[in-house]
């Protein structure tokens, strides 16, 4: 077997840092440090773009590790932080699983997605192809970061996260997506992030609180 070159080795170490910082935000409580793991991994992929783009040739995929850049690593965690500071919620104080549960949980599905994209990885003819199991995991363990969290802005955290691992699985099975669809999910992450952000203060100045199970008062009030 023919040695990696220099750049497939530091991709692959780019999906193992990935895979490494979604373990950290699901063991992760303290909200300020999910938003700078989530800052860290928007850089990891933006480094793991720029190299798919100096491999293969592909001019748009500078313009996505660009937009990765501005978007994920400092436009997105900045507002995250400006919102904490407004809302005041740094811990995701009870969260539906205790840690040891949940990574315990997270070992499994990360061998759960190693054996999902078994045969995506056989049938891509990319050279990228072996991280697809990972970024297959990293995006499942964001789900499940998202799904085990009370707090309305860890699970917001969890749902860039996501969409963090579905990009990088969709570069290392197609070399990514067209640049149209890539500004287009851009646009609406964009614009999700404000109208939550609104979103948030209403439901602080309604509950006192972003614990997301108090809408069950809404259901009683019914």
Not at 1 to 13: G, I
Not at 84 to 100: F, H, K
Not at 120 to 129: E, F, G, H, R, V
Not at 153 to 159: A, L
Request: aromatic share 10%; glycine share 6%; with cysteine.
């Amino acid at each position: 077997m023919a040695p990696l070159s220099w750049d497939l080795q530091l991709l692959n170490v780019c999906a193992a840092l990935l895979l490494l910082l979604a373990f950290a935000m699901l063991s992760q409580r303290r909200i300020v440090t999910l938003v700078d793991l989530l800052a860290l991994q928007g850089a990891v992929l933006c480094v793991a773009t720029a190299l798919v783009a100096w491999r293969t040739g592909k001019s748009h995929l500078y313009l996505s590790a660009l937009l990765t850049l501005g978007l994920k690593v400092l436009f997105l965690p900045w507002l995250l932080r400006r919102l904490i500071r407004r809302l005041d919620v740094y811990w995701d104080t009870e969260p539906m699983a205790n840690i040891g549960g949940t990574m315990l949980l997270g070992l499994l599905i990360v061998i759960f997605a190693f054996g999902l994209a078994q045969p995506i990885s056989a049938l891509a003819n990319t050279s990228t192809k072996s991280t697809i199991g990972i970024a297959v995991a990293v995006t499942l363990l964001a789900f499940l970061t998202m799904i085990t969290r009370k707090k309305a802005m860890s699970q917001i955290v969890g749902f860039l996260s996501m969409e963090n691992g579905l990009f990088f699985a969709a570069m290392s099975a197609t070399y990514g997506m067209p640049m149209v669809v890539e500004l287009g999910v851009a646009l609406d992450v964009l614009v999700a992030m404000l109208v939550l952000g609104v979103f948030f203060f209403q439901i602080r100045e309604r509950f006192e609180s972003l614990d997301l199970h108090h809408f069950e008062s809404l259901k009683e009030e019914k």
